[in-house]
């Protein structure tokens, strides 16, 4: 079973009726049993960081989560503040919750050149770094819908999958193994979101 973590922030309804319409089957849970056992996972995310990594410690998810990604190797894509809840650390709330730390990154506020707002809203072109599961190569450069004053900043340069330039670039995309995140929504992100979210359903 594919499986949205519903652990009461982010917009699964969206995500769910986005993967009906690509035939594929997904549910919102937040069952230990059901999750660690998922074909494939997504981790939506709209809020701040630490309030989202507590409340998935409250609903004891972060065990089941880590054995399905870690110990089995499960697809995973983490979207906006999920895609940051794969690092170890935010600035955001002072570092006072620890991430789930699959991916070597720390999370720091958007610092974009004078004149460029933040938090960066709207759609912004994405420019692949490498080919990918999510961004496999062609000449169209991809646009996605953005909400967010955050971004993930992996340590090292090969886990970034696609950058995005908003008055200075950061990471859009990240992919390690089978973990992936994309700072942007593909939920919101019409055809462009709807191929990444087949290629990952794709995954196995």
């Not at 230990?32 to 998922?38: D, L, Q």
Request: contains cysteine; charged residues 20%; proline residues 6%.
């Amino acid at each position: 079973m594919n499986i949205v973590v519903d652990y009461g922030v982010g917009n699964l309804g969206a995500i769910i009726n986005m993967l009906e319409h690509l035939g594929h089957d997904a549910v919102a849970s937040r069952d230990p049993r059901s999750i660690v056992s998922a074909a494939r996972l997504i981790l939506p995310g709209v809020g701040a960081f630490d309030q989202a990594m507590a409340r998935l410690r409250e609903l004891d998810l972060v065990a089941p989560l880590t054995e399905a990604v870690v110990a089995r190797g499960a697809p995973v894509l983490g979207i906006c503040l999920g895609m940051q809840l794969l690092g170890r650390s935010s600035d955001e709330g002072q570092r006072s919750e620890r991430g789930l730390g699959w991916i070597p990154a720390d999370v720091v506020k958007l610092s974009p050149h004078e004149g460029v707002k933040v938090p960066h809203m709207g759609w912004s072109e994405v420019s692949p770094t490498r080919a990918s599961a999510l961004f496999p190569g062609g000449n169209e450069v991809p646009r996605y819908y953005f909400s967010h004053s955050y971004c993930l900043e992996p340590d090292d340069d090969r886990d970034i999958a696609a950058r995005c330039d908003y008055g200075g670039t950061f990471a859009a995309a990240v992919a390690r193994g089978s973990v992936f995140g994309v700072q942007f929504h593909p939920e919101k992100s019409h055809r462009h979101g709807m191929a990444l979210l087949q290629r990952f359903m794709e995954l196995t």
